[in-house]
């Protein structure tokens, strides 16, 4: 506070003029003078031999010098110093209070720009060093989930060692949570704990809590015996109190955020494991872009390719295994089939035991190239099973592209994703027919239409057949390029001689057909296609056919 | 010429307080003029002479705005250095402080020391 001179009371407020007009009036005549004797009013004359001091606070800031009458004047300086000297004191006090209100206003201000627990940490011990003039300081919070305390922020390392801390915990706790906030000159147990420097001579420290719950506390230091005052004790009050209504939020937010961000973890867990059992494919097929919104009744048509395949003579192969070698075989075995079709942009529309159903919503050659790589497959896996001592196995595959409806059936409370179609009745029965064609993959002709990139795919026409229930016959074609190196040769080296015996025996020219079909046998003996229709040829030479017979083969089996 | 400061706020806590942290200013030869209205203000501007002046914007019959236009775009005179001072949360007032130009704008609560500062600045006196 800026001293209280004689010289500035004179000064205000026209009291310079009031002695003026005082003096004249009263005709003495009298001089004021600072403490060094520096003239501020009046002039010095011999007959000032009274002086009476005008004091301040105690401390004499001027004299006045005159006759008995100069009495009047000191009296009413002093008067006014009194004042003066009072207005100063209460408008300090009132700055000092501003000062703090601004302090807090910042403080909260900055707290306001964070919402991370240590970084309002940081700023509240910066803050409180800063007001509050200290060597150390630490802020200790309760870590709830560790069931400890944990030193958050520290001056330095030292100051407060947190590896002491927990083992002296007790002293620390004694001492901390005995009050609210306190001043601490006494600091020989906690130094000899070592839990704080030796050099400091005295804490003032402050409880971080929300609605009595404790959460920490602020802890400041200082190498002096005797520096913190009260009204230190208050400010850090002050501070402790807004930080910790910051940390509780921040705190409350950081669990919010780990609590949603682990909701939503289960979440995609949730839509990945569905994603599994009614593939993301189908979903998007009903216009949808997650399983949610997928409603009962729910259908769309489309024109697909549908994919069959089966593992031949699985019956005997499972009655040599235990349901749960059964289980792990189809496990094994499926893995390996349904990556071959989502490679070639198809998706599962059911795994039924041994037999695979697949749709394939784009290009028909995506089914067959699926086909070749299923059929590939099979071959690794034998690899594997004839090293293991197993019997390789064989699998059939038929296809057929036309119209299927997919949608969501079933009631309120169990939804089935589920496929209706004739296409796939005629996909399955085609792949029946390997059974008796003795061939690998068999594709409609409906297919075979749709197929633009023919050269691509090694293919013979094996002429018509009549499905089971259907009216009309229709024409099928193998695809073997899925067959071994040597198979492939020998099938391509005798496809003009095979097509040969294939227009012979529809033309119930059986004769031409018996030669073909011989030929073929003669180049290669193990084209069971071939043998198939030789024998039927055979057959029909031996016991004759209808006359309406238009070489249909009619399969009354499923 | 001596050194003067004009403070102008219509609350009287204000001007108070503004003149207590500054009060060190006085022994050095600093005169402080208060005002407690924009007219008020106008006139003391023009009789004083003041080198700087603390100018609250939110003030009945002329506000701070308006004062500091008329000095700095009407008068002309512009040696008078004017610090605005405006509520915090207010600060859009800034742009508009610029636009009648004023020299610097402060927020209320104001940081003592940062006014005392700047008046040692513009009054060119040693620290």
Not at chain 1, 380 to 388: G, L, Q, S, V, Y
């Amino acid at each position: 506070m800026a001293r209280l001179t004689l010289k500035s009371i004179i000064a205000k407020d026209g009291i310079d003029s009031m002695l003026t007009s005082f003096i004249e009036q009263s005709g003495s005549s009298l001089c004021v003078e600072d403490v060094s004797g520096k003239i501020l009013f009046g002039t010095k004359n011999g007959n000032n031999i009274f002086e009476y001091p005008v004091v301040a606070d105690e401390e004499q800031i001027g004299i006045v010098k005159g006759d008995e009458r100069a009495n009047i004047i000191a009296r009413l300086l002093n008067h006014l110093s009194k004042k003066e000297s009072e207005k100063k004191k209460l408008g300090a006090e009132v700055l000092n209070l501003y000062k703090e209100i601004n302090l807090i206003f910042n403080f909260s201000e900055k707290l306001a720009r964070t919402i991370d627990a240590p970084a309002i940490c940081i700023i509240t011990l910066d803050e409180a060093r800063h007001v509050i003039n200290s060597d150390n300081g630490a802020i200790i919070l309760w870590d709830e989930s560790k069931k400890k305390p944990e030193v958050v922020v520290s001056s330095s390392e030292l100051f407060f060692a947190q590896n002491k801390i927990n083992h002296q915990l007790s002293i620390l706790l004694n001492i901390i949570s005995s009050g609210q906030s306190e001043i601490v000159t006494d600091t020989s147990s906690l130094t000899a704990a070592g839990i704080i420097l030796p050099e400091v001579q005295s804490l003032i420290y402050s409880a971080l809590k929300v609605n009595d719950r404790m959460m920490g506390a602020i802890v400041l230091g200082s190498n002096e015996s005797m520096p913190y005052t009260a009204a230190h004790l208050k400010l850090l009050t002050t501070l402790a109190l807004q930080a910790s209504a910051a940390i509780e939020s921040a705190l409350l937010y950081e669990k919010n955020i780990r609590e949603s961000r682990e909701r939503e973890e289960a979440m995609r867990l949730v839509y990945e494991a569905t994603g599994k059992f009614v593939p993301y494919e189908f979903i998007r097929s009903l216009g949808h872009k997650i399983i949610t919104d997928v409603r009962l009744g729910d259908q769309v048509e489309k024109i697909v390719t549908v994919l069959f395949s089966d593992i031949r003579d699985y019956t005997t192969l499972s009655e040599q295994m235990t349901p749960e070698e059964n289980f792990k075989f189809v496990c094994s075995f499926n893995e390996r089939m349904g990556p071959a079709i989502r490679r070639n942009n198809g998706f599962i529309n059911q795994y039924l035991g041994d037999a695979i159903m697949a749709i394939f919503p784009g290009k028909v050659s995506d089914a067959l190239y699926a086909a070749i790589e299923m059929q590939k497959q099979v071959d690794e896996f034998n690899a594997d099973r004839i090293i293991k001592g197993q019997v390789p196995i064989r699998i059939g595959i038929g296809m057929h592209t036309g119209s299927l409806i997919m949608g969501i059936t079933g009631d309120a409370d169990r939804l089935d994703a589920t496929t209706i179609s004739d296409t796939v009745n005629i996909a399955s029965r085609l792949e029946s027919l390997t059974k008796y064609y003795k061939t690998n993959i068999i594709l409609s002709d409906a297919c075979m239409e749709q197929i633009t990139d023919k050269e691509n795919f090694h293919l013979r026409y094996i002429g018509l057949v009549q499905l089971k229930g259907k009216q009309r016959s229709i024409k099928i074609h193998e695809c073997f390029s899925g067959n071994t190196e040597e198979d492939i040769i020998k099938k391509q080296k005798t496809l003009s001689v095979f097509n040969e015996g294939m227009d012979g025996y529809l033309n119930k020219s059986f004769n031409t057909a018996i030669d073909a079909f011989l030929t073929v046998a003669e180049v290669h003996p193990e084209d069971q296609t071939a043998e198939f229709f030789l024998i039927n040829a055979k057959h029909y030479l031996k016991n004759g056919v209808p006359e309406n017979w238009a070489g249909v083969l009619e399969m009354n089996s499923k | 010429m001596s050194k003067k400061i004009l403070i102008v706020d219509d609350e009287a806590h204000i001007r108070s307080l503004i003149e207590q942290t500054l009060e060190e200013l006085e022994d050095e030869g600093v005169e402080f003029l208060t005002a407690e209205n924009g007219e008020q203000a106008l006139e003391i501007i023009q009789l004083q002479n003041p080198q700087l002046v603390f100018l609250d914007v939110m003030m009945p019959k002329m506000n701070g705005m308006e004062v500091c236009r008329r000095v700095k775009k009407e008068l002309l005179l512009e040696k008078v250095y004017i610090v605005l001072l405006t509520a915090k949360g207010q600060e859009l007032d800034r742009l508009r402080g610029q636009e009648v130009g004023a020299d610097i704008y402060m927020t209320k609560p104001f940081d003592p020391e940062v006014i005392l500062d700047k008046a040692r600045e513009v009054l060119q006196l040693e620290n």
